[in-house]
């Protein structure tokens, strides 16, 4: 089949940027992104630098691509109408209520999605799961798709998405790799070729790898855990570091040097954070105790509360230095972003922290570079357990760093760079959940 149009359902951290770029590598193909959220297709059309999302680089990706054969739309049927290849990257969050929730992947945008390429196919299509799934969903889909039209062949391929925020553009420019699963079947290769013509653009050949649609799904879910795994080693380490007096940074550094276990992934902090590490753990141990794995699942699972362990013990580290009462207590947090480079707070590790020290008294100022006023009191009026009034005195969300200025104390929870630079006075405790270098009054992870 040769690809002409691609319609991409989803217009988020995922979609987002990942069309930006094929539209750009591949000029002979006509990309549009559709989204249920108007508001946000109004953004994606409006100025470059007030985009629905903040990733370095993607600014210069749309401002070169848009309108040539890029395009944002809110025609969902209409363009699901003209592709020859759909793309599926809508938001699966964690299910929180029925059957598995808090642990199985919640599959109502998939199905919602699936449901809407069936009533508006009229010719055959290859439908492309971008999001992250649970193993099996592409059976899931294909019998949504076959219920609602007969008429059409509808080939299901597993295209995992592996870019991390922050440096999403760089990733999709020189990707580790590039998985497609599909079936063996002759149409079912012929959907993969189709998607390797796709990469082969700009992806050297063999880095693009060829399997079957589960192995494909469970890959993701697989890499996101071991890498996930390897932060809950290092910071369930950085605990022993405290204990011991070792040192966290430079046990890091002596593992990280052996070849075979290397560098990355082992920096010690306040715990991890994003829209995918935990939801795809989850999803795992939901799979391992499905198919009477309990061991294996048990296994997956401390790796989640490790994380959660490591949050809380950070924020004790704070209020057991204020001998357990943070009231007077005037807090800066500084970041809100789940890493650097992002204005995405999901699973931020500064929700629990920032939440845990206002329940023990302390006054608090918020500030992050990116993320917005308003989703951070979003994230507080929904994430939080316990309940604050709009108006509480002892919340503050500013959009300054200078407006932290008169804070008592630092708590530093993202890498961003701004925060290397910032001058604090000699006098001020820093508490550093990221490893940011202030020789001054400073407590971190580990020490
Ligand atoms: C992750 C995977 O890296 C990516 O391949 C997948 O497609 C999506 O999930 P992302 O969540 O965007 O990407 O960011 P990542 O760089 O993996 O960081 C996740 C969290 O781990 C952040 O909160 C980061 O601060 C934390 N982290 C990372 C550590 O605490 N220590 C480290 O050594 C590395
Ligand atoms: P991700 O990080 O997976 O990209 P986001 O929440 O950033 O997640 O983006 C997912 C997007 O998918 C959102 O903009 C949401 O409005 C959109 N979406 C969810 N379900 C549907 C659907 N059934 N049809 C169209 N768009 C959808």
């Not at 012929?190 to 649609?213: G, H």
């Not at 699973?347 to 302390?362: F, Q």
Request: glycine share 6%.
């Amino acid at each position: 089949m040769i690809i002409k149009n691609i319609c991409c359902i989803g217009a988020g951290y995922v979609g987002g940027p990942t069309m930006s770029v094929i539209a750009l590598k591949c000029p002979h193909i006509n990309v549009t992104v559709v989204d249920a959220n108007p508001d946000k297709i109004k953004e994606w059309n409006g100025p470059v630098n007030n985009l629905p999302i903040y990733e370095p680089g993607l600014s210069d990706v749309v401002k070169e691509a848009r309108g040539r054969n890029l395009f944002f739309s809110d025609d969902i049927a209409g363009n699901i109408e003209k592709a020859e290849m759909i793309f599926m990257a809508v938001n699966t969050p964690t299910k929180t209520e029925g059957e598995g929730a808090g642990m199985k992947a919640d599959l109502r945008n998939i199905e919602a999605c699936a449901k809407d390429i069936a009533k508006y196919s009229k010719k055959d299509k290859i439908v492309v799961e971008k999001s992250t799934l649970p193993v099996r969903t592409a059976e899931k889909i294909k019998e949504i798709l076959y219920e609602k039209s007969t008429d059409n062949h509808f080939e299901i391929l597993s295209n995992p998405e592996f870019l991390a925020e922050g440096t999403a553009i760089q990733d999709l420019f020189k990707s580790d790799r590039v998985l497609i699963g599909g079936d063996d079947s002759e149409s079912g290769q012929n959907a993969v070729k189709a998607l390797v013509d796709i990469y082969a653009n700009w992806i050297p050949k063999e880095k693009i790898l060829t399997t079957n649609v589960w192995s494909s799904e469970l890959a993701k879910l697989a890499s996101n855990a071991m890498l996930a795994q390897r932060i809950s080693s290092i910071n369930s380490l950085s605990g022993l570091c405290e204990k011991t007096g070792a040192n966290i940074d430079e046990l890091s550094k002596a593992i990280g040097m052996d070849h075979r276990i290397g560098p990355k992934f082992l920096k010690a902090s306040a715990g991890f954070g994003g829209s995918c590490f935990q939801k795809d753990i989850l999803n795992l141990v939901y799979l391992c105790k499905f198919y009477g794995l309990e061991q294996e699942a048990e296994y997956w699972h401390q790796v989640v509360r490790i994380n959660d362990n490591q949050k809380k013990r950070f924020a004790k580290k704070v209020i057991d230095y204020f001998n357990g009462d943070l009231s007077g207590i005037r807090v800066a947090i500084l970041g809100w972003a789940f890493k650097a480079n992002t204005n995405d707070s999901r699973e931020s590790a500064s929700i629990k922290v920032s939440e845990i020290l206002y329940k023990s008294g302390a006054s608090i100022t918020i500030y992050d570079p990116m993320v917005q006023k308003r989703s951070i009191s979003n994230d507080i009026k929904n994430l939080w357990d316990t309940k604050v009034k709009l108006n509480d005195k002892r919340i503050n969300i500013v959009e300054k760093i200078s407006e932290t200025k008169k804070c008592d104390t630092f708590v530093i929870l993202t890498e961003w760079e701004e925060f290397k630079l910032i001058d604090i006075e000699e006098s001020k405790i820093i508490f550093d959940g990221r490893n940011i270098n202030h020789n001054k009054n400073k407590i971190s992870i580990g020490k």
